[in-house]
């Protein structure tokens, strides 16, 4: 295993991290807007449409000659982009760290989505497994990119900075969610005043995602500054370095221990954003007006959310707030097994508790983590952290995909995700996070 030497940010000129840090908050700025856009709105719906138009008369399509229901190719989509992202993703942070050179791999994962995401414009008739193809090439890549991404906040901000960097990141990619939120939703009502069709409307969405996501990749990518490694070894192939960097995390229980929890709870997170929309508008007869709606809504209070949050950390602690969050999201999703199909008020209702818990949750685990990461083995670390957030979540969309085929039922889908919030506060509840940090070999700050 490499040592990155450059771990403490305070070696650097303020004036340089403050810069680094503003071109930081822009990748979210860039990236956050297929999360929202495609993955979350248009998407699940869209490609489900579009299996729907290629299935057999008793509903399913054959994918490799997999019987699969269409209602179902979306999430089992998701869960294999997931898999591919965890064979990949220690792979490039192994070489991150050793090499130092995070930007280059930051930039290739970056447009390699941007990529596949615009290229969905060509999404339509019965092309479900072109859909399948570009979902699962443009989530591994948003994986990867956001584990680099990630890996930057402990050099570029000292502990003291950490909760209120990473919510500012959290709040920059909320922002850009609204905004372009609201030119989707001003296209998709108004198409036929704009002289396209529903799904050319649709299609142009998502490829704006993509075009979006590559134009503004460009700002941190001028602005973040690579730091020399001290040591340049060969990297390891495929599984070996996954069971090499899973070896040298046994060395840090209490950090694994954390990640164990965060894999847990984020992975109902993760599957409740990706699958929403398709809880609206197949099992509560939604318009994809009103759940564009819904996501706007999420989007301007998470911004609000994840900034409020921040300060409670300073108050409470990180691991206190979060715990309070996942207490909130247990709550909002039961209540969500109980909406009255055909009822908009109260679908807004449940969407504006999620926005205020959602970036505030996702933000405050990632500063905690970044101070439980042993210095040198950011990227790597990260990697591990990342198959959690947008790696390791395959269960909950599997679970949900699952359901819904065998009992042909959404709402029984979105209450199984419950169990996921519940044992991951318990697990957080046991994580001793003062002791972690030290065993970690990093400064413990004054409130965690």
């Known amino acids: 295993m490499g ?42 719906p869209y490609l489900t449409s579009v299996a729907e138009s290629a299935a057999d008369a008793d509903g399913y399509v054959h994918p490799l000659g997999i019987p699969v229901r269409a209602g179902s190719f979306f999430a089992y989509s998701v869960s294999l982009s997931v898999i591919v992202a965890v064979l990949v993703m220690p792979l490039v942070g192994a070489a991150a760290d050793r090499t130092g050179r995070k930007k280059p791999l930051l930039a290739a994962a970056a447009y390699l989505g941007a990529t596949a995401t615009a290229a969905m414009f060509f999404l339509d008739g019965d092309r479900y497994l072109l859909g399948g193809a570009l979902l699962i090439v443009a989530n591994a890549a948003q994986s990867v990119a956001m584990m680099l991404y990630n890996s930057y906040l402990p050099q570029i901000a000292p502990p003291e900075q950490r909760d209120a960097v990473s919510s500012r990141g959290w709040a920059f990619g909320y922002a850009a969610g609204s905004l372009v939120l609201v030119a989707n939703l001003i296209l998709y009502t108004g198409h036929d005043s704009f002289g396209v069709s529903e799904s050319t409307a649709v299609r142009i969405c998502l490829a704006s995602a993509g075009l979006w996501w590559g134009a503004f990749a460009l700002i941190p990518l001028r602005r973040l500054r690579d730091r020399r490694s001290a040591t340049r070894e060969a990297a390891l192939p495929g599984f070996r370095q996954l069971a090499a960097t899973v070896r040298d ?25 990706s699958q929403a929309s398709v809880y609206g508008s197949e099992e509560l007869g939604l318009g994809q007006s009103t ?27 990180a691991k206190r707030t979060i715990l309070g969050s996942l207490i909130a999201w247990t709550l909002t999703l039961a ?92 697990l957080l509840a046991r994580v001793p996070v003062r002791r972690a940090i030290e065993e970690a070999g990093n400064p413990v700050p004054d409130r965690i």
């Open 3 to 44: 040592t990155d030497t450059v771990r403490t940010p305070p070696a650097d000129g303020a004036a340089d991290l403050k810069s680094e840090q503003r071109g930081w908050y822009f990748y979210d700025w860039a990236c956050s807007v297929y999360s929202t856009s495609v993955l979350t709105v248009f998407l699940g």
């Open 249 to 273: 995390m046994r060395r840090h229980p209490l950090t694994l221990a954390f990640l164990l929890a965060y894999l847990v709870y984020n992975d109902g997170i993760q599957t409740v954003i």
């Open 291 to 317: 759940l564009i709606g819904a996501i706007l809504l999420v989007q301007v209070l998470a911004v609000a959310g994840a900034l409020t949050m921040g300060r409670l950390a300073r108050t409470y602690g």
């Open 335 to 426: 209540a969500g097994y109980f909406l009255p199909a055909g009822a908009p008020v109260w679908f807004f209702v449940l969407a504006a508790g999620i926005g205020l818990v959602l970036g505030g949750s996702q933000a405050l685990s990632r500063s905690l983590f970044s101070h439980l990461v042993p210095p040198g083995k950011e990227a790597e670390y990260f990697s591990a952290y990342e198959m959690s957030d947008r790696g390791m979540s395959w269960l909950g969309p599997l679970l949900f995909g699952l359901i819904y085929q065998l009992t042909g039922s959404y709402r029984a889908a979105i209450i199984s995700l419950v169990g996921f919030f519940v044992i991951g506060f318990a």
